[in-house]
């Protein structure tokens, strides 16, 4: 049906007009919003932290811990070890004060209370322990207990500056422990073959690195030490 002013049925009818600009606008973001939102629910893998001793990811999830042995570990997680030395100290009972070094045994030596397992302990433990067995004799005193210098060491050898034995007091890498040595012997350092030696398993296994990739920066994930590794950087062989 014609209109008399020309038009017709359909330029009335608002299902048969587009939708104005605004509402096109309004839909197309709605639909990025519906497809960003959809994007944002999708899990993502978990970041794990690198193990320090090994450099590889762990899932705390999935991983078994193996047993931690008290020589190998003592630097990571305090426990203590033969030959550290201890002071025992009493905020009233002072003259049970006392510094000991934990003998081979893993034992103290104690006045008044005997022999007393130390090795293998952490400082925690181990005062936890002493003021349960001196109790009858102190009552609610306070023990305290200080690692004053632990054992734990390393040995550096070979064309470095100070060769000799490293003391642990925190986790070290070889980089570090050369430096400690005094740094390599420009001379006669050959870097990318350096050794570490290592106890594992009761069997005595080595690790060839490349610290001179290290010292340019490029090299891999940092090789963290363990108490009693054997350092050796080898001298440069000379071709006449």
Not at 102 to 106: N, S, T, V
Not at 108 to 118: D, I, S, W, Y
Not at 210 to 216: G, P, Y
Not at 231 to 240: A, D, E, L, Q, S
């Given at each position: ?5 020309g ?5 009335n ?21 519906v ?7 999708q ?5 794990f932290?690198?193990d320090?001793y090994g450099?590889?990811?762990v899932?705390?999830?999935?991983t ?9 570990a003592?630097n990571?997680?305090?426990w ?18 006392v510094?000991?070094k ?5 034992m ?12 293998g302990r ?14 009858p004799q ?6 305290t207990v ?24 925190r ?11 005094g ?11 350096v050794?570490?030696?290592r106890?594992e398993?009761?069997k005595?296994?080595?690790h060839?690195l ?7 920066g ?12 054997i ?10």
């Open positions: 049906m014609n209109r008399p002013n038009g017709s049925d359909q330029d009818d608002p299902s048969c007009n587009p939708a104005p600009a605004g509402w096109r606008w309004l839909t197309a973001a709605l639909v990025l919003l497809v960003w939102l959809a994007a944002g629910c899990s993502s893998q978990p970041v932290p690198i320090p450099a590889q990811a899932n705390p999830a999935t078994a811990l193996a047993p931690l042995d008290a020589r190998t003592s990571a997680t305090n203590l070890a033969e030959g550290d030395v201890v002071s025992i100290t009493f905020q009233y009972s002072t003259n049970y004060n510094v000991q934990i003998a081979l045994d893993g103290l030596n104690l006045e008044t209370v005997g022999p007393v397992k130390a090795a952490s400082v925690v433990e181990l005062q936890t322990e002493l003021a349960r067995i001196y109790k102190i009552k609610d005193d306070v023990v200080k690692l004053l210098s632990s054992a734990d060491s390393v040995y550096v050898s070979g064309a470095v500056i100070r060769p000799g034995k490293i003391p642990m007091e986790p070290m890498t070889v980089l570090e422990a050369v430096m400690e040595a740094g390599f012997d420009p001379n006669r350092a050959n870097l990318s073959g050794i570490v030696l106890l398993n009761g005595q296994k080595s060839i490349n610290l001179r990739r290290a010292l340019r490029r090299g891999e994930e940092p090789f963290y030490l363990k108490p009693f590794d350092i050796y950087v080898p001298t440069k062989t000379f071709n006449f």
